[in-house]
């Protein structure tokens, strides 16, 4: 399976954006990039998905590089709510029934 | 709708002692899920079924059986239950149609095996 590598762990400041970037140099041509987001002591949510454009929704931004090596998550406004940890994860298409690998993710805090 | 739900929340289990985890989903889905979390880590999965009648193991499915006799039931089931098995458990389900559709998560089970 192709890896994805993100950062440990970012910090933020209230209503600013936030840009998390993810690392995946093996990414094959059918890979969707996707991005769950974990607050604490829930399940993982979904946040975005793409696959070769950048991608826009009521929660966030995905940048895609040209080559789809890596990508970032965009929050363009960043709240308290949003502290969560953020995975991005790789998902193949075919036959791989739509599991989900996950990293150990990106811890993003947020502060007042 | 309630989306997917897990039964139960939380449960304290003594070593060897067996328990069954519920899984139920309302969307229809034909994929279902489950997987553990372990202090500071990611999901990892351990079992999954793509169809009513059917399961598959996933990256740690030993010490673990499953079932799914109704679409929108999957079960987890820990025959004997060893200190290790101590996490969250998460059920996700999700439509078949394509790579690019979601998965929606529960809310977790948290097992304690003392």
């Known amino acids: 399976d192709a890896k994805t590598t993100q950062p440990n762990s970012m910090e933020s400041n209230e209503e600013e954006p936030v840009h998390l970037p993810c690392n995946h140099s093996?990414?094959?041509?059918?890979?969707?990039i996707h991005w769950y987001r974990q607050l604490p002591s829930q399940g993982p949510e979904y946040v975005i998905h793409g696959l070769t454009s950048n991608v826009n929704n009521r929660m966030a931004s995905l940048a895609i590089a040209e080559d789809r090596k890596s990508s970032t998550l965009i929050l363009h406004r960043a709240t308290l709510r949003d502290a969560a940890v953020y995975y991005c994860?790789?998902?193949?298409?075919?036959?791989?029934?739509?599991?989900?690998?996950f990293g150990q993710g990106t811890i993003l805090t947020v502060h007042p | 709708n309630a989306g997917v739900t897990q039964t139960p929340k939380f449960r304290v289990l003594k070593t060897g002692q067996s328990m069954t985890l519920l899984c139920a989903q309302d969307m229809n889905h034909e994929y279902m899920y489950w997987y553990r979390q372990d202090p500071g880590m990611g999901l990892r999965l351990i079992h999954y079924s793509v169809g009513e009648g059917t399961t598959a193991k996933g990256e740690v499915p030993d010490g673990y059986n499953v079932s799914r006799l109704k679409k929108q039931n999957f079960l987890l089931g820990l025959e004997s239950a060893a200190p290790s098995q101590t996490s969250v458990y998460f059920c996700a389900s999700r439509t078949w149609r394509g790579a690019a559709y979601e998965q929606y998560f529960g809310p977790g089970t948290r097992l304690t095996v003392t």
């Open positions: 093996t990414i094959s041509g059918t890979d969707y």
């Open positions: 994860i790789l998902g193949a298409g075919g036959t791989s029934y739509g599991k989900l690998t």
